[in-house]
C-alpha cells in the first residue's frame, strides 16, 4: 500500500494556480520531512519544494520560489504545495515524497513516493 497519495492537478491556464494536497497514511508523518517533486516528459525527475518535520523551514527550486508555497499540517498528515502564476513550464507530474527526519533536495534520499498528479499549464 502506498503510503502517499496526491491529489489536486489538472488544467489550468498560464497564471493560474492549482493546490496540490499530498495525504500520508500508514507512517508517522510528523517524524518526515517532505518534498515535492516534478517530472516533465523526456526529463528527469526534479526537485520543486521540501519543508521540514515541524513546517518551520522550507527550502525552493530558484524556477518555483516566490510562486510556489510548501505547507503542512501534521494534525491532517497532509502535506500542500500552492502554485501560484502557472506557467506553461510547470507543466508535469507532480510527486510527493517523505523523508526520515531531514529534508533533501536529492530524489535518491528519500524514502516514500506517490503515485504523482498531472499538471497541465496551457497558454
Known amino acids: 500500500q502506498v503510503p502517499l497519495v496526491e491529489s489536486g492537478g489538472g488544467l489550468v491556464q498560464a497564471g493560474g494556480s492549482l493546490r496540490l494536497s499530498c495525504a500520508a497514511s500508514?507512517?508517522?508523518?510528523?517524524?518526515?520531512?517532505m518534498g515535492w517533486f516534478r517530472q516533465a516528459p523526456g526529463k528527469e525527475r526534479e526537485f520543486v519544494a521540501a519543508?521540514?518535520?515541524?513546517?518551520?523551514?522550507?527550502v525552493y527550486a530558484d524556477s518555483v520560489k516566490d510562486r510556489f508555497t510548501i505547507s503542512r499540517d501534521n494534525a491532517k498528515n497532509t502535506v500542500y504545495l500552492q502554485m501560484n502564476i502557472l506557467k506553461r513550464e510547470d507543466t508535469a507530474v507532480y510527486y510527493c515524497?517523505?523523508?526520515?527526519?531531514?529534508?533533501?533536495?536529492?530524489?535518491?534520499?528519500?524514502?516514500?513516493w506517490g503515485q504523482g498528479t498531472q499538471v497541465t499549464v496551457s497558454s
Open positions: 515524497a517523505a523523508r526520515a527526519l531531514v529534508t533533501s533536495t536529492t530524489a535518491s534520499n528519500y524514502n516514500y
Open positions: 500508514g507512517l508517522s508523518f510528523s517524524t518526515y520531512a
Open positions: 519543508i521540514t518535520r515541524s513546517g518551520t523551514n522550507t
